[in-house]
């Protein structure tokens, strides 16, 4: 008698377990979304359609201006370019103060070179004496924008220059620009604005 327990217990153990396992499950019946509405019709499939050049110029145009010359300069990296802007910097600025014109006009757009050459020669004039570079405080990049191929990058430049009487605190804005098209790798200084 018990081993005929044990032989209907081990069946209806067997028979619950195959239940379960198909339990919930819709044999022959169509998946969900192709079943019929109610008035009969099948819905109708949509379709999403994607056109990815939309989609990246949308993004391009979301992008900061820093992103967007990074996009089209993958050369461009901000960390080396600042690195790159304080170096033009003390360089434009002891070009300056020596009115080492060939220097200047390597790293000068044509505009920004005319006001450096007329302030040199109206020193030279007076017989004044230019203010000598001290040190870079500090130097951050304010931002980017792209303007058709050329990339323009503004960096805020905290400094300290002196005189025989004494050291003086200058805070300027420097924007830089290069043709993102053109071989050569040089940003010339475009803009001096005061901060």
Known sequence: MSMEILI?????????????????????APPPEFRRQANGERPQPVLVHSDSNDDDEDDFEEASGLEKIARVDP???QREFLAGAKSAYEMIVK?????????????????VYADY????????????????F?????????????????AEVSVLFSAELATEERIMSTREI???ERD????????????????
Do not use: C, H, Y
């Not at 050459?117 to 000598?132: H, L, V």
């Not at 500090?138 to 303007?147: F, V």
């Not at 993102?180 to 901060?195: E, G, M, Q, Y």
């Open 134 to 150: 001290e040190r870079i405080r500090d130097a951050q990049i304010e931002g980017g924008e792209l303007n058709g191929s050329v």
């Open 75 to 77: 050369s461009f990296n």
């Open 8 to 28: 209907l217990a081990a069946v209806a153990v067997f028979v619950l377990a195959r239940l379960f396992s198909v339990m919930g499950k819709q044999k022959g």
């Open 174 to 176: 420097w924007t830089f």
């Open 180 to 195: 993102t098209k053109s071989r050569d790798p040089n940003w010339r200084l475009a803009d001096v604005s005061a901060a």
């Open 95 to 111: 070009a300056f103060e020596a009115g080492d014109r060939a220097t200047l006009r390597s790293l000068l757009t044509d505009d």
């Open 117 to 132: 050459e007329a302030a040199i020669e109206a020193r030279e004039t007076s017989g004044e004496a230019a203010p000598d």
